[in-house]
T-cell receptor, first 120, second 108 residues
Framework: QVQLVESGGGVVQPGGSLRLSCAAS????????MHWVRQAPGKGLEWVAFIRFDGSDKFYPVSVKGRFTISRDNSKNTLYLQMSSLRPEDTALYYC??????????FGQGGQGTLVTVSS | EIVLTQSPGALSLSLGETATLSCRAS???????LAWYQQKPGQAPRLLIY???SRATGIPDRFSGSGSGTDFTLTITRLEPEDFAVYYCQQYGRASWTFGQGTKVEIK
């Protein structure tokens, strides 16, 4: 069973930084590309970052490019999202997801996400 | 960036009825790269359909996807209590993934 457990969220002031982590288990983490997706309170889903299984490619939407950095440690089965220059509009619940085939995303069973609140 | 527009915004149906959800793209989408998700309150999204019409592991055959080009449909037959949720479509193109704004399926 795919388990993805996000952590590292919290309250941060505008302009601040935060690093999120996602601990993966139940699948061969090092062979899967991974994503971060966020959901602002009461809103829909927004893709935030992608990293290929070996870290060779990283993609971001315009909204976070240059401020967020995705990385992974395959020896620790862990995905990261380093967020800097945070803005109030980055306030959201952040989920990690694995490649689900055909560029779809598979979220973890029972994943709760980690809440990031950007506020002064 | 390809924009996905879902309709209707909300759908009110009774148990046992059929739900038909639409997802329209601003540009043609490679069919293999269109997916549907279900999200219930307080839970992460769950992948239902990938490749426009392939069911993900463990998804009952009451859920089916169809469409091509710019118009895609998720059909849920014989609605059961656990099917009442928000549904999102998602596409991939040019190193970018985008989601539709969602359709809420409510109990009538």
């Amino acid at each position: 069973q795919v388990q993805l457990v996000e952590s590292g969220g919290g309250v941060v002031q505008p302009g601040g930084s935060l690093r999120l982590s996602c601990a993966a288990s139940g699948f061969a983490f090092s062979t899967y590309s991974m994503h971060w997706v966020r959901q602002a309170p009461g809103k829909g889903l927004e893709w935030v970052a992608f990293i290929r299984f070996d870290g060779s490619d990283k993609f971001y939407p315009v909204s976070v490019k240059g401020r967020f950095t995705i990385s992974r440690d395959n020896s620790k089965n862990t995905l990261y999202l380093q967020m800097s220059s945070l803005r109030p509009e980055d306030t959201a619940l952040y989920y990690c997801a694995k490649d689900g085939g055909d560029y779809a995303l598979a979220f973890g069973q029972g994943g709760q996400g980690t809440l990031v609140t950007v506020s002064s | 960036e390809i924009v996905l527009t879902q309709s209707p915004g909300a759908l009110s149906l009774s148990l046992g009825e059929t739900a038909t959800l639409s997802c329209r793209a601003s540009q043609s989408v490679t069919s293999s790269y269109l997916a549907w998700y279900q999200q219930k309150p307080g839970q992460a999204p769950r992948l239902l359909i990938y490749g426009a019409s392939s069911r993900a592991t463990g998804i009952p055959d009451r859920f089916s996807g169809s469409g091509s080009g710019t118009d895609f449909t998720l059909t849920i037959t014989r609605l059961e209590p656990e099917d009442f949720a928000v549904y999102y479509c998602q596409q991939y193109g040019r190193a970018s993934w985008t989601f539709g704004q969602g359709t809420k399926v409510e109990i009538k």
